[in-house]
């Protein structure tokens, strides 16, 4: 049986397979799990939530670059913490999951783990992560304006219709770098 595993562990994808798994988990469980220790109540460390909560300044920074795109659109926001609304339209609450950690955690443990050189695989982390932050914000500038919770589009939630289009993008995003990868004298 051991033999059996170490000759499965030796097979590139099997190991890819592996680590891009427990890489993802760990990701994603560092997020929910910073989320916890810097939101009041149970496991609660103020130091990390009045100094290091990346998770605040993440949402901060999403709702205010958003309501930024809708002030240029001549739309009046109001914004609070957790909130951005549109005087005579629509907004959205943002909830931890609005900020794309599950998809941005499957996209980082992809180009962490994909075998192969590393020359380049800096730039693709930081082009995607930009991309899915970038395609957030249309989505939330979208269902400031336009978003009917009776009448949802394709019958979908929109965190679902989000998930499908910016995975699309992603899939796209890694065939387009996997072809520039595979050509020899581009070797990443």
């Not at 993802?24 to 109540?41: D, P, Q, R, W």
């Amino acid at each position: 049986m051991i033999k059996f595993l170490k000759s499965l562990w030796s097979e590139p994808y099997f190991k890819f397979i592996i680590c891009f798994i427990a890489l993802y988990l760990l990701l994603y469980g560092f997020n929910t799990a910073y989320i916890g220790i810097t939101a009041k109540g149970g496991i609660y460390i103020p130091f990390l939530d009045q100094h290091l909560n990346y998770i605040n300044w993440w949402r901060t920074f999403t709702i205010e670059s958003t309501a930024t795109i809708l002030r240029w659109l001549d739309y009046t926001t109001y914004t609070n913490e957790y909130q951005l609304r549109v005087i005579s339209k629509k907004g959205f609450t943002m909830v931890y999951t609005c900020l794309g950690y599950g998809i941005m955690s499957v996209f980082a443990a992809f180009v962490f783990t994909f075998p192969g050189k590393i020359k380049f695989r800096y730039g693709f982390l930081v082009l995607g992560l930009l991309i899915i932050q970038l395609l957030n914000t249309v989505r939330l500038v979208l269902l400031s304006l336009y978003w009917n919770k009776k009448a949802p589009l394709f019958n979908m939630d929109h965190h679902d219709l989000f998930n499908i289009v910016v995975y699309a993008v992603l899939i796209l995003l890694v065939y387009i770098w996997l072809k520039y990868v595979s050509k020899p004298n581009n070797n990443i």
